[in-house]
């Protein structure tokens, strides 16, 4: 069973590997080399990937609605998303604070 505190972690762990390729990114393209998106980019894509295979876990166990289903997913893509949406689980559901 998946809980919702590790998907919690998860979400803040994918979050900053996303802002952090953002800037190894800009980096790359600044002339400083590639390396760190070349580490950085399969390490969040295993973490987008856990992100989103816990939400198809979670949606049916947790009650989501179709809708909070697809705003946590887009809480994936779009930076600062992950934040948010751990923000969201906690205001909405203390118990996943233990």
Not at 24 to 33: E, I, M, R, S
């Given at each position: 069973?998946?809980?919702?505190?590790?998907?919690?972690?998860?979400?803040?762990?994918?979050?900053?590997?996303?802002?952090?390729?953002?800037?190894?990114?800009?980096?790359?393209?600044?002339?400083?080399?590639?390396?760190?998106?070349?580490?950085?980019?399969?390490?969040?894509?295993?973490?987008?990937?856990?992100?989103?295979?816990?939400?198809?876990?979670?949606?049916?166990?947790?009650?989501?609605?179709?809708?909070?289903?697809i705003l946590v997913l887009i809480?994936?893509?779009?930076?600062?998303?992950?934040?948010?949406?751990?923000?969201?689980?906690?205001?909405?559901?203390?118990?996943?604070?233990?």
């Amino acid at each position: 069973m998946v809980s919702l505190k590790a998907f919690r972690w998860i979400a803040f762990l994918e979050a900053t590997s996303f802002l952090c390729l953002l800037v190894a990114t800009y980096l790359k393209y600044a002339d400083h080399g590639a390396v760190g998106v070349q580490v950085l980019g399969p390490l969040h894509g295993a973490l987008f990937l856990l992100y989103v295979g816990f939400v198809a876990l979670l949606y049916k166990s947790e009650g989501w609605s179709t809708k909070t289903t697809i705003l946590v997913l887009i809480g994936a893509v779009v930076p600062f998303g992950g934040y948010a949406v751990d923000w969201f689980l906690l205001r909405e559901r203390p118990a996943a604070e233990a």
